[in-house]
């Protein structure tokens, strides 16, 4: 079946700071691939999507490019603010239920 | 507003005792899911419901049983059976079942006291 394997936190930044949370899948084909974000006690908000290779997603200066050669959708983003702070979580279209990652928490300090 | 809401927020059980999260959508979805997630933990599927009146079990349904009868509905019981039940439990929807983005409710935190 498929799987999501991301990077283990946490993560720990400096305002204004570039980041990147590594994420790799395994599957059958080219499934839809996602980041969440989870801010403290709440559910995942879907944060940005690709429907296939080469796409970009991007959504409030995040980006993520869906990568079929090397099986990744990695999370960047060029300068990280103090609410950026959250737990992130990778996520695959499967056959009939998403696969997520375990979720990389991100702190990012003033 | 279209969304997905889960009650109660907060919610506390004597050891023992059946107890039944709410979760509704009115969103059209087919698709519905249960995860539990505990502290510093990923998600965990518990059940799922790809269209109404079917569901199938997660990968830890031990001590949890649910019900789709309305396609907007799919409630969520912790039985006595669960022997660890404390935890946050989120309910999310989908369009159909995987292939697409889900929306999850603003979860519950069930504490046993």
């Known amino acids: 079946g498929n799987s999501v394997t991301q990077m283990e936190g946490p993560v720990t930044l400096s305002e204004e700071a570039f980041l990147t949370i590594n994420c790799t899948y395994t599957a059958t084909g080219y499934p839809s691939l996602f980041w969440y974000v989870q801010y403290p006690g709440e559910g995942l908000q879907l944060l940005l999507k690709?429907?296939?290779?080469?796409d970009k997603g991007s959504n409030k200066g995040f980006e993520a490019t869906y990568r079929k050669e090397t099986t990744s959708f990695h999370l960047e983003k060029g300068s990280v603010q103090v609410s950026d702070s959250a737990v992130y979580f990778c996520?695959?279209?499967?056959?009939?239920?998403?696969?997520f990652g375990r979720g990389t928490s991100l702190i990012v300090h003033p | 507003d279209g969304g997905i809401t889960q009650s109660p927020k907060y919610l506390f059980r004597k050891e023992g005792q059946n107890v039944t999260l709410s979760c509704e959508q009115n969103?059209?979805?087919?698709?519905m899911y249960w995860y539990r997630q505990d502290p510093g933990q990923g998600l965990r599927l518990i059940y799922y419901?790809?269209?109404?009146?079917?569901?199938q079990k997660g990968d830890i349904a031990e001590g949890y049983s649910v019900s789709r009868e309305k396609k907007e509905s799919f409630p969520l019981t912790v039985t006595s059976a669960q022997k660890n039940p404390t935890a946050f439990y989120l309910c999310a929807s989908s369009r159909e079942a995987g292939a697409v983005e889900a929306f999850f409710g603003q979860g519950t935190r069930l504490t046993v006291v």
């Open positions: 969103l059209n979805h087919d698709a």
């Open positions: 690709a429907t296939k290779a080469d």
């Open positions: 419901s790809q269209i109404v009146n079917d569901f």
């Open positions: 996520a695959s279209g499967g056959s009939y239920i998403p696969t």
